[in-house]
Each structure stands twice: as structure tokens, then as C-alpha cells.
């Protein structure tokens, strides 16, 4: 089975590419000085320096083979020739909550990129997958794992 596409925008391709420079180039340097430095301790079978060290650059390498995937993998979405007339991956969308009257602002992203906490929501999130293809004016039901159901008016669909 071929491997899942990651769907990004270039903000989020950029990031993910910085990183894994970052990783490549000063954590790698930093993670290999502290070994040596453990290792000029001496014994190395009660030094938690070393076992500290030797895990992080486990971690370090398991992020830089987890970077690569994505990237070998992603699909680049262009922001600017996304199609405003309904919700689609790469546009931002303005939506009412019509249960506690207020205004959300959501960016509409691949998996990859997700952080709701900072208004970005996966394509297959259950509220971004119920918004792709809404227009603005139209009411959006989104079913939640609790029971109960949430609606959203799609105010405005923007860049």
C-alpha cells in the first residue's frame, strides 16, 4: 500500500523543512557533544548522562526519519489558487456557532498540519470534514462522539 499523501500549505511545508534542518545541522552537533562529554566520564554502565544523551538522540533521529516521510511525501496546496466558492483545503473559513452565538475562524488544513489550538483544523477532523465543500450561508450539522450534534453557519470563506 502506497503511503498516505500529507497534505500541506507552503507556511506548513516551510516549517516542517526548517525543522528538519534544524535538527540535521545543530541538535545532531549539540546530541553528539554531550555523548562525548558523557564518554569522558569514564564508565559508561551507571552514567545517566550518557543513557540521557543516547536517548535523546534516539528521539532526534526518530523525528528526522518521521520529517523525511513527510516531506517525501507531501502535496503542496497554493493558498492562492484555492477556490473561495465553498470550503476546501487551504482556505480559511468564518463560521457562526449557532448553539453559543459566537464567531470561529478556522484554517482548513492537511492532518500534518492540524493545531486547533492555533485555528488550523484537519481536513479529516470531524468539523473540517463536514465543512469541505459548504458554501458561504449554508449550516453545517456536525455529529459528536458524546451524542449530541453542533451547528455552524459558514459566514465567509477567504484567504
Request: glycine share 6%.
Amino acid at each position: 500500500m502506497p503511503d498516505k499523501k500529507n497534505i500541506l500549505t507552503y507556511n506548513g511545508l516551510k516549517a516542517l523543512e526548517d525543522e528538519l534542518q534544524h535538527l540535521k545541522l545543530v541538535k545532531r552537533k549539540e546530541i553528539a557533544e554531550k555523548i562525548k562529554e558523557a564518554r569522558a566520564q569514564g564508565d559508561l554502565s551507571e552514567n545517566a548522562e550518557y543513557d540521557s544523551a543516547k536517548d535523546e538522540q534516539g528521539e532526534i533521529e526518530a523525528r528526522i526519519v518521521e520529517l523525511e516521510k513527510i516531506l517525501k511525501n507531501a502535496e503542496v496546496i497554493d493558498e492562492d489558487e484555492v477556490d473561495l466558492s465553498m470550503v476546501s483545503i487551504g482556505c480559511k473559513v468564518r463560521l457562526y456557532d449557532l448553539e453559543f452565538e459566537e464567531e470561529l475562524d478556522y484554517a482548513i488544513v492537511g492532518s500534518t498540519e492540524a493545531d486547533p489550538l492555533k485555528g488550523k483544523i484537519s481536513n479529516e477532523s470531524p468539523v473540517g470534514a463536514k465543512l469541505l465543500g459548504a458554501k458561504e450561508g449554508d449550516i453545517v450539522e456536525i455529529d459528536l462522539k458524546t451524542g449530541g450534534t453542533v451547528k455552524f453557519k459558514v459566514l465567509e470563506i477567504h484567504r
